[in-house]
């Protein structure tokens, strides 16, 4: 069984940077694939980034290209979401998930949630 503990949530402002982290205890299959999602009031759960546990392939969303960056540390069973640049339309609660299906960009890849942190962007 995999459990993931999210952190590094806030409150920033624009243009600012935040860095989550995804901790994970249990064992994490070569074949797995850890994303990252997002999800804010009354709307659907997002694809944000995710990355592959065995090579480090990385996906993003259009939307977070070239401002967020998906890494891991396998000896710390670690996953990371360095954020920068952030935009208002970036406040929602961000989740860690694990799984070992074919389609990254869905939440019903993924087998393992965590609870999430929340993500605000205001000035």
């Known amino acids: 069984q995999v459990q993931l503990v999210e952190s590094g949530g806030g409150l920033v402002q624009p243009g600012e940077s935040l860095r989550l982290s995804c901790v994970a205890s249990?064992?994490?299959?070569?074949?797995?694939?850890v994303g990252w999602f997002r999800q804010a009031p009354g709307e659907e759960r997002q694809f944000v980034a995710a990355i592959r546990w065995n090579d480090g392939v990385t996906y993003y969303a259009d939307s977070v290209k070239g401002r967020f960056t998906v890494s891991k540390d396998n000896a710390q069973n670690t996953v990371y979401l360095q954020m920068n640049n952030l935009k208002p339309e970036d406040t929602a609660v961000y989740y860690c998930a694990a799984g070992g299906g074919m389609y990254i960009g869905r939440p019903a890849n993924y087998g393992h949630w965590g609870q999430g942190t929340q993500v605000t962007v205001s000035s």
């Open positions: 249990g064992r994490i299959f070569s074949t797995y694939t």
